[in-house]
């Protein structure tokens, strides 16, 4: 078997912008592209954490993604999720690109939510909330300032040190005019003002129960939930839910992973029924709501990372 070439990170950055991300992901969906074709995420336990299995296919290529999810690592010094992308034609199925997994996933999440957030955020934005300090943070900001102008961008982490590291990394982007960035704690009193003042909040964390109050969220703006994939955890409650206008990548997919969704239905706060998808926004068939809040939940599907992939390879 030939010997596939390998892709680092630093050449999947250079070979593709976020915004150009967001183009790709926003184009497969306009042609048609079929979500609900990807095949079941696997996940399976191992060690003090889990392995996770994500493959796709269309009629060019085949992929596989494989990540670990470590708890435990920050504490090493190492990432907490960690992947390898291995690409292939469809014809042969022979490995012909290997690509870091983590890179892809940096990619394509911020990418995604990015089709969203230009679809359900208002035309002016002009402060925006982050929750969470990983590299999630940070790549949807980025995703965010290539669609809005966004002058002002609070982070807020469990932890001090953490939130104003990676205000700081906020700061350090480009190309984007002047940047007012600002680092507060979860118990900050200051965090509900600024939520409150936001017309986009971004949750990129790994709680389990919700990172923001219910009626934090003004009407209109939009909020983009991607922390969590397991049906028993959330980052949003059931007061939000129920009173916002709900999107997410693929129905099915959402019913087994989308936490956030799954608690807030089975409470009765909302139904299922009235949730919309990430196609519908872009083919037109839903519209942002300005008479109360937008949720984005996405729990990342296979079809995205693909998407990425091969156009990375190809370049």
Same mark, same amino acid.
């Given at each position: 078997?030939?010997?596939?070439?390998?892709v680092d990170?630093?050449?999947?950055?250079?070979?593709l912008s976020?915004?150009r991300?967001r183009?790709l992901?926003?184009q497969?969906?306009?042609?048609?592209?079929?979500p609900?074709?990807?095949?079941?995420?696997?996940?399976?336990?191992?060690?003090d954490g889990?392995l996770?299995?994500?493959?796709s296919?269309?009629?060019?290529a085949?992929g596989?993604?494989?990540?670990?999810v470590?708890?435990g690592n920050?504490?090493?010094?190492l990432?907490?999720?960690?992947a390898?992308?291995?690409?292939?034609d469809?014809?042969t +199925? *022979?490995p012909?690109v290997l690509i %870091?997994g983590? @890179?892809v /996933?940096?990619l394509?999440t911020?990418?995604?939510? $990015? &089709?969203?957030?230009?679809?359900?955020a208002?035309a002016?934005?002009?402060?925006a909330v982050?929750?969470g300090t990983?590299?999630?943070?940070v790549g949807h900001?980025e995703a965010?300032?290539a669609?809005r102008?966004?002058p002002?961008v609070?982070?807020?982490?469990?932890r001090?040190?953490?939130a104003?590291?990676t205000a700081?990394?906020?700061?350090? +982007? *480009?190309g984007?005019?002047?940047? %007012?960035v600002r @680092?507060l /704690?979860?118990d900050d009193d200051?965090?509900?003002? $600024? &939520?409150?003042?936001?017309?986009?909040v971004?949750?990129a964390?790994?709680?389990a129960?919700?990172?923001l109050g219910?009626?934090w969220v003004?009407?209109?703006?939009c909020?983009v939930?991607i922390?969590?994939h397991e049906?028993?955890?959330?980052e949003l409650g059931s007061?939000l839910?129920?009173r916002?206008?709900v999107?997410?990548?693929?129905l099915a997919t959402?019913h087994?992973e989308?936490? %956030?969704?799954?608690?807030?239905a089975?409470?009765g706060?909302?139904d299922?029924?009235? &949730?919309h998808?990430?196609?519908?926004?872009?083919?037109?068939?839903v519209?942002?709501?300005s008479?109360r809040?937008?949720v984005?939940?996405?729990?990342?599907?296979a079809?995205q990372?693909?998407?990425i992939?091969?156009?990375?390879a190809?370049?």
């Amino acid at each position: 078997m030939p010997q596939p070439r390998w892709v680092d990170a630093a050449t999947v950055r250079r070979s593709l912008s976020p915004d150009r991300a967001r183009r790709l992901v926003r184009q497969a969906l306009a042609d048609g592209l079929d979500p609900s074709a990807d095949p079941l995420r696997q996940a399976v336990p191992a060690g003090d954490g889990q392995l996770l299995v994500m493959p796709s296919a269309n009629r060019r290529a085949a992929g596989v993604k494989v990540l670990s999810v470590a708890p435990g690592n920050p504490a090493r010094d190492l990432e907490r999720i960690q992947a390898v992308y291995v690409l292939m034609d469809t014809e042969t +199925l *022979t490995p012909s690109v290997l690509i %870091d997994g983590s @890179a892809v /996933t940096s990619l394509r999440t911020p990418a995604v939510s $990015a &089709v969203a957030m230009e679809a359900l955020a208002p035309a002016v934005v002009d402060a925006a909330v982050v929750f969470g300090t990983g590299p999630q943070a940070v790549g949807h900001v980025e995703a965010l300032l290539a669609i809005r102008h966004t002058p002002s961008v609070t982070v807020v982490g469990r932890r001090g040190e953490a939130a104003r590291a990676t205000a700081q990394r906020v700061s350090s +982007l *480009t190309g984007h005019g002047r940047l %007012d960035v600002r @680092a507060l /704690t979860v118990d900050d009193d200051a965090v509900e003002d $600024a &939520v409150r003042a936001a017309q986009v909040v971004v949750t990129a964390t790994s709680a389990a129960t919700p990172v923001l109050g219910d009626d934090w969220v003004a009407d209109g703006a939009c909020v983009v939930a991607i922390g969590s994939h397991e049906a028993h955890r959330r980052e949003l409650g059931s007061g939000l839910l129920g009173r916002s206008l709900v999107v997410v990548e693929d129905l099915a997919t959402a019913h087994r992973e989308a936490g %956030d969704v799954i608690l807030a239905a089975a409470q009765g706060a909302m139904d299922w029924d009235d &949730v919309h998808t990430l196609q519908d926004l872009v083919l037109g068939r839903v519209e942002r709501a300005s008479d109360r809040p937008n949720v984005f939940k996405s729990v990342g599907m296979a079809w995205q990372d693909l998407v990425i992939a091969e156009h990375v390879a190809r370049h």
